[in-house]
């Protein structure tokens, strides 16, 4: 007998998006070696005290090191692409159902920092 599958959304679900990346993916693996907390104490003096919260610095240069891994040159691009694969949103913190940054907020941080917070991250990521 032939089957047919109907999709029917669920309302409520019970998922965990730890437990749908398979333990030998890079991207899970990449999450539980590199530390990027030293970035808080070095991009603060680019923050007002006022205002509405920005996005986290390290979701900014986790996004970017998806940019140069995935080799996507577009803050769109690498918006959509990230939004659809599950390992990455699970390497950014992110849940299935938060959304990612806007596009153009990734520009406008780049825009934000001067070359030496890259430097200085790239060096870090570098000895890991």
Known sequence: MQ????YQEKLFSQFQLSERIPKNNFYRGLKEVLDLDFL???TKCYYGESGQKSIDPVVFFKL??????????????LIQ???????????????????LP?????????QL???????????????Y
């Open 40 to 42: 808080y104490p070095l």
């Open 81 to 99: 692409h990230s939004s659809m694969r599950l390992d990455i949103l699970y390497f950014l913190g992110y849940d299935i159902d938060e959304e």
């Open 3 to 6: 089957g047919k599958k109907d």
């Open 64 to 77: 970017c090191l998806v940019g140069y891994l995935e080799n996507i040159i577009s803050d769109g691009q």
């Open 113 to 127: 920092y001067p070359e030496t917070v890259f430097e200085e991250s790239k060096q870090c990521i570098i000895l």
């Open 102 to 110: 806007w596009h153009s907020t990734i520009n406008r941080m780049r």
